[in-house]
């Protein structure tokens, strides 16, 4: 009998089909809308095998209605929505999908950048509502890129991959990470710093390191305190690490210059929070990974990994 297993949301077909071959397959059958939590606490109940997102909260009431389930294949890098040790603790295998998003991500982070530092939507819709009326010398005058100090928290993949796009614009790179890699300090020549010192000299600070609890609201009130009046703030990892409240403050009262968001604590951000209503700021809806090829590799490898632990084989990708 083949094992049966539940999709949170409409994949490709033929990620579907590679799954089938193998499965008794189960499908939340919407592509934009998550599915809703009444449902999937019926599906867990009948499952071996989990395919999920970010969107869906995995947490101890699910797992515990979840006796027959063996995997969640979580379709991304990041794993902040499973309780991981309520998976671990019940022998459920959590996998996720590392290093088929590094340089898709590393390139979203780095246009992010650039288009914050240069107003690109703000110049955008300046010429769309028709008030570009003339050229004058310091209209729409944004930062410099090239040659300026970038600041990386978090030298992961996806770390190093925005270090190497910063070296070809003769940008300086600090890093603070958790451990030092003399290896990337070679070969890309950047520096370790503490993250005061980071803080202080950057004129760009990417954050890029995992949300756990011990960085959550690793960026507040303090830490924005420290930058330069004249600095960016670029979030592509997760929106929690970053203090919203903080960051409204420091953007509102002139603390930095502007900042540049891919992730929100709360995703889908609310039309009505007030980091929207401020020039200064350029949003994203959670982009960083959204290339063609690139979610098909995040959704192929999320179903390698759910049907190697469901044949009884290591994944290559274990979480737990």
Same mark, same amino acid.
């Given at each position: 009998?083949?094992?049966?297993v539940?999709?949170?949301?409409?994949?490709?077909?033929? #990620?579907?089909?590679?799954? /089938?071959?193998?499965?008794?397959?189960?499908?939340?059958?919407?592509?934009?809308?998550?599915?809703?939590?009444?449902?999937?606490?019926?599906?867990?109940?009948?499952?071996?095998?989990?395919?999920?997102?970010?969107?869906?909260?995995?947490?101890?009431?699910?797992?515990?209605?979840?006796?027959?389930?063996?995997?969640?294949?979580?379709?991304?890098?990041?794993?902040?929505?499973? =309780?991981?040790?309520?998976?671990?603790?019940?022998?459920? $295998?959590?996998?996720?999908?590392?290093?088929?998003?590094? =340089?898709?991500?590393?390139?979203? @982070?780095?246009?992010?950048?650039?288009a914050?530092?240069?107003?690109?939507?703000?110049?955008?819709?300046?010429?769309?509502?028709?008030?570009?009326?003339?050229?004058?010398?310091?209209?729409?005058?944004? /930062?410099?890129? +090239?040659?300026?100090?970038?600041?990386?928290?978090?030298?992961?993949?996806?770390? =190093?991959?925005?270090?190497?796009?910063?070296?070809?614009?003769?940008?300086?790179?600090?890093? +603070?990470?958790?451990?030092r890699? /003399?290896?990337?300090?070679?070969?890309?020549? #950047?520096?370790?710093?503490?993250?005061?010192?980071?803080?202080?000299?950057?004129?760009?600070?990417?954050?890029?390191?995992?949300?756990?609890?011990?960085?959550?609201?690793?960026?507040? +009130?303090? /830490?924005?305190?420290?930058?330069?009046?004249?600095?960016?703030?670029?979030?592509?990892?997760?929106?929690g690490?970053?203090?919203?409240?903080?960051?409204?403050?420091?953007?509102?009262?002139?603390e $930095?210059?502007?900042?540049?968001?891919?992730?929100f604590?709360?995703?889908?951000?609310?039309?009505?929070?007030?980091?929207?209503?401020?020039?200064?700021l350029?949003?994203?809806? +959670?982009?960083?990974?959204?290339?063609?090829?690139?979610?098909?590799?995040?959704?192929?490898?999320?179903?390698?990994?759910?049907?190697?632990?469901?044949?009884? =084989?290591?994944?290559?990708?274990?979480? @737990?």
């Amino acid at each position: 009998m083949k094992p049966k297993v539940y999709i949170t949301r409409k994949l490709p077909g033929a #990620i579907i089909q590679q799954i /089938q071959e193998k499965c008794d397959v189960r499908m939340w059958e919407e592509e934009e809308v998550p599915v809703p939590r009444e449902v999937l606490e019926e599906e867990i109940k009948k499952v071996e095998g989990l395919l999920c997102l970010l969107t869906e909260q995995i947490d101890r009431s699910l797992l515990e209605q979840a006796d027959n389930l063996r995997v969640v294949a979580n379709m991304a890098v990041g794993y902040n929505n499973i =309780e991981i040790d309520e998976a671990k603790e019940r022998g459920i $295998i959590v996998t996720n999908t590392p290093g088929v998003l590094t =340089e898709t991500t590393a390139d979203l @982070t780095f246009s992010l950048l650039m288009a914050t530092a240069r107003r690109i939507p703000e110049a955008s819709d300046y010429l769309r509502n028709g008030k570009w009326e003339t050229w004058s010398p310091m209209q729409l005058t944004g /930062q410099d890129i +090239h040659g300026a100090t970038l600041g990386v928290i978090g030298l992961g993949r996806i770390g =190093e991959a925005v270090a190497k796009r910063a070296k070809g614009f003769d940008m300086k790179v600090l890093y +603070h990470n958790r451990s030092r890699s /003399q290896d990337a300090e070679k070969e890309l020549e #950047i520096k370790y710093v503490e993250l005061e010192e980071l803080l202080k000299e950057s004129d760009f600070v990417c954050v890029l390191t995992p949300f756990t609890p011990e960085t959550e609201n690793m960026i507040g +009130h303090e /830490q924005l305190a420290l930058m330069k009046k004249s600095a960016i703030l670029i979030n592509t990892a997760r929106g929690g690490i970053v203090n919203e409240d903080a960051l409204y403050e420091a953007l509102s009262n002139g603390e $930095i210059w502007a900042a540049g968001l891919d992730v929100f604590k709360e995703e889908p951000v609310s039309l009505d929070h007030p980091l929207l209503t401020l020039p200064n700021l350029v949003t994203l809806p +959670h982009i960083g990974s959204a290339s063609i090829a690139t979610r098909m590799k995040m959704a192929d490898l999320a179903a390698t990994n759910l049907l190697k632990v469901l044949e009884g =084989e290591d994944a290559p990708n274990n979480v @737990t």
